[in-house]
C-alpha cells in the first residue's frame, strides 16, 4: 500500500471491465493516456481511482457515469494532503446520482462548444469582414453580437459548473478539515504550472470558482442548512 492506495489486480467483473474501457475511452479524448486502476482510501470513503497520465488542470474529473479519473502528476509531484482533496472533491462529484452527472454533461459540453465558437467568431468575423470590404459599422456589429453570445453562455456555464464544484469542494472541506484544505489549495496553486493561452484560463475560471468563494459560502452555509 502506498499513500493510502494500492494497485488493483486479479479479476474484475464484466461491469467493472466496462466501466474500466469507457472510463480509458474518456481519458484518451480528454488528452491522456491509462496508467492502472487503484483503489483510493480515506477515512470511511474508498472508491476505485482511474490514473492517468498528465499534468494539465483539472488534475481529477468525475466522468458522467461517476467514475474517478486522477492524474499520476497528483502522486509523483504533490504530497498526500491534494491528492486526498482532489479524490474527496471528485468523490464528492459522484454523490450526484449518476443521471444528473449525465445531465451535467450534456448541458456543459455543448454550452462550452457554444461559448468557444462564440468567442472565436467575434475575434474572427469582424477581421474577415474588413478584410472583404465590409464597412466598420457591419464589423462591429457583429463584433457585438457574438460579444454578448460569449457573456450568455459564460454566465450560463458558470450557472451550471459552479454549484456543482461548490458542492464537490464543501464535502472535501467536511471531510478534510478548513485547515488541510487551505494547505492543499495553496500547494496546487503554488505548483508551477505549464504556461497557458488566454481561453484555457478563462475557461478553468468559467468551470471553476475561486476558492475564496466556496470558502465564503461554506462559513454560511448554516443559513440555509439545518445542519453544520
Ligand atoms: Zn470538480
Known sequence: MICGW???????????????KLTIIFVSFRGGSYRGKILYRY?????????F????????Q????????MSDHIFKNFSKNVADYVFLHEY?????????????YAAIVPLLI????????????????????ADLHASMSIFLYFSSFAVVFALTVVLVSWPCEILA?????????RERYLEAISEIRKMKRKER?????????????????VLLLYDLRYLWMRKP
Request: glycine fraction near 8%; charged fraction near 15%; aromatic fraction near 14%.
Open 169 to 177: 469542494d464543501f464535502f472535501a472541506i467536511k471531510t478534510l478539515g
Open 43 to 51: 477515512g470511511d470513503y474508498c472508491k476505485d481511482v482511474y490514473v
Open 114 to 133: 457554444l461559448f468557444i465558437g462564440s468567442v472565436v467568431t467575434l475575434l474572427l468575423a469582424p477581421v474577415i469582414l474588413l478584410a472583404m470590404g
Open 6 to 20: 494500492v494497485l488493483k489486480k486479479g479479476r474484475f467483473s464484466f461491469l467493472e471491465k466496462f466501466i474500466e
Open 197 to 213: 493561452d488566454v481561453l484555457h484560463k478563462l475557461l478553468i475560471r468559467l468551470l471553476y470558482p475561486p476558492y475564496q468563494i
Open 92 to 104: 464528492g462529484h459522484t454523490n450526484l446520482h449518476f443521471l444528473l452527472r449525465i445531465l451535467f
Open 62 to 69: 468525475a466522468t458522467p457515469w461517476n467514475a474517478i479519473i
Open 53 to 60: 497520465q498528465g499534468d494539465d488542470v483539472p488534475y481529477g
